[in-house]
Every structure is written in C-alpha cells, then in structure tokens.
C-alpha cells in the first residue's frame, strides 16, 4: 500500500494563548486544504487539545498529543491519560521526544507509553536520535539499542506502519544550516529500518514511516525529502511561523 506522506508539528510548550493557538491552526487548515498526498498532525500543549478539536478541519489534518503517561489512571499527579488525549480528540501521540529523555525518560518507559497509546487507540510517533556522531559510529549502535529497547516485545500487529521520528539531538532547534545533509539521513533511515527488520522481519520494518526532525525550515525541506528516503518531516520552531510551515507542507506535498 502507498504510504501518503506526513508532517507532524511539534509546538513544544507554545503559544501562550488559546487564540494565538487558533490563529497559527486556521492557517494549517487553510493550507492542508491544497494537499494531495501529505497528512498533517498538529501537536499542540494539552489545554488546547479539545479547543482545537471543536473546529472543523479537512481530512488530511489531526491532531496529536506531545506526551501521554504510561500509567493507564490512578494516583499520578500531574500526568495526562492516553484515554484524556483520546477524549480530548487526538488520534496521534508524539512518544519519546528527546526532551522527554531529557527529563529522565528511558526506553523501557517509552515502550509502554508506546503500550498505552496502542491499547487506546492512538497512533505513536516514536522518537529516536543520538545526542553526538562521531567517527567510529557509536550514534548506530546508540539508535540500535533504543530501537531494540522500546520495541522488543511489542506486537507485530501494533507495530505494523509503525511512525518512526528520527531526529539527532545535535541538529534540533537550529537552523537549516545546522541540519543533517540528506545523505546521512539517507544512510540513517536504511538503518534504522534494518535494526527494526531484526526484531520484526523485514516486511514489518518496510511498512514504518520514517520521519526526519532537526531544525527543517523551508531552506532544507525540499533537499532533505529529496533525499532523504523519509516519508516527512517532525518539525518544531518552524511549525509556529505560518508562512515557513505552509512552505514545508507545499514542498512535502511534491512527493507522490
Ligand atoms: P526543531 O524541533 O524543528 O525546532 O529542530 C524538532 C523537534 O524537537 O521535534
């Protein structure tokens, strides 16, 4: 089966207001609207999930969580439900964001997160990236060992066209000149599949949809999804500048 491709924004902790938050939504609709192969997922913070979710919106853009817990319910101050998102009307779920790691995240919390968003529904996007490369290519054995970490044991049929985000730390919250050349994005993407192929077989590891993260603008969009053996972008600062996302989408969309 084709796979369309996918831009999924990550708005982080922005805007600060539920208006500014419609503003920057009404201008993705109004793009996603000229779309013919891409889907979008918005991700915005929590409280403005179900605001978001009450417009009505083109059947190419959804919306996604940036983090679930990966408790079911119960005594967890402060966390949000798989289920919550759910109801608040997010179909996707950014799972393991390196700023989540950051935060002491580990790849056996991630895999049940990534358990949670399956038993409820949720599409995960998994993110995965090393924080340096360097000669004698520990980043592979590093991108290896999350995959193995947080996908060991899980079902093949949950992870069937599984989303896949790769995004090295080091490239994140640049700028496109700090960005990964597609050539190595290329080279990633092949192993990040093949690593995946080693737990699930090859077929399983062909149906993910690998996504590229760090520092896409509309300067390195068109080159990278050239390239890049990606099926679309993660994207973060460039996802809340109205006319660098529409850019971003448009270029996507040049892909069949
Ligand atoms: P960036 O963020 O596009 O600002 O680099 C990507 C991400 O962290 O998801």
Redesign the pocket.
Known sequence: MKKRNLVVA?W?MNPDTIEESKKIFNISRTSAKILRNTDIVICPPFPYLQPLAKLGRPKNIFLGAQNISNEEKGAFTGEVSASMVKNAGAKFVIVG???RRAMGETNNIIKKKLERAFDNGLTPIL?IGEKVRNKEGDHLSFIRDQIKECLYGLQKKDVLGLIV?Y?PIW????SYRESMNPTDVHETTLFIKKSAGEIFGKDIADSFRILY????EAENAAPIMEHGNISGF??????LVSEQFSQILKTVDLKK
């Not at 490239?171 to 640049?174: H, R, T």
């Not at 993260?213 to 896409?216: F, I, K, L, N």
């Not at 993660?234 to 996802?239: D, F, I, M, T």
């Open positions: 990550n982080k964001h390196s700023e993110c985000a995004e490239a994140i919250g640049k993260g760090g520092s896409v993660l994207v973060g600062h460039a996802s």
